[in-house]
């Protein structure tokens, strides 16, 4: 993987002149158990969290390339550097103040799942905000995921790997 990524990142470079930066990639030996734990499909093969821009892999996928090509590069560079995905990622930031907040801890772990009395006077500020977060992203899903296709098309193409069959 580390290969491809050096070899699309200057790819990437010299065509469009962007790379992610911030983002990372994280490839599981055991995929299932982490989604089971943080209540992510098991049954896909990868996904992205846009709070810590993290692509998550499983490590065993037939299509562990292209979901990769998909995950850091498509939604990646959509997170960094559209509008909208900067958009996306600072609801996650704001949502993750509020949960910080709520737990009553300095540092959240990546995809916290919340187990917060339903009676603190932060709850309904951060329903709203979660909900808010989850339209907007609902109302954009396409633009998100079509750049994702798309860049996962193209480079697919221009790298030689196998089309994926599953990820969100
Ligand atoms: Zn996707």
């Known amino acids: 993987m580390k290969s491809l990524k050096h070899k699309v990142d200057e790819f990437l470079l010299k065509e469009i002149g962007i790379i992610p930066i911030i983002s990372s990639y994280v490839i599981h030996t055991d995929y299932e158990a982490y989604c089971k734990k943080f209540k992510r499909d098991p049954k896909s093969e990868s996904f ?3 709070r810590g821009l993290v692509s998550h892999l499983r490590a065993d ?3 562990l390339a292209q979901n990769f090509l998909h995950e850091h590069y498509g939604h990646g560079l959509f997170c960094e550097y559209s509008k909208t995905g900067r958009r996306l990622w600072q609801y996650e930031q704001d949502l993750a103040g509020l949960e910080k907040q709520l737990l009553g801890v300095d540092k959240l772990p990546e995809d ?3 187990n917060v009395s339903a009676h603190h ?3 309904p500020d951060y329903l709203k905000l979660k909900k ?4 907007f992203f609902l109302e954009n899903l ?9 860049i ?3 480079l697919g193409k221009k790298f030689n790997c196998g089309r994926g069959k599953f990820h969100n």
């Open 132 to 135: 808010e977060s989850e339209r």
């Open 61 to 63: 996928s037939p299509s």
């Open 142 to 150: 396409d633009k998100y995921e079509g750049f994702a296709y798309w």
């Open 152 to 154: 996962e098309a193209w």
């Open 121 to 123: 006077p932060l709850i």
């Open 112 to 114: 916290v799942v919340l």
């Open 48 to 50: 992205f969290a846009v």
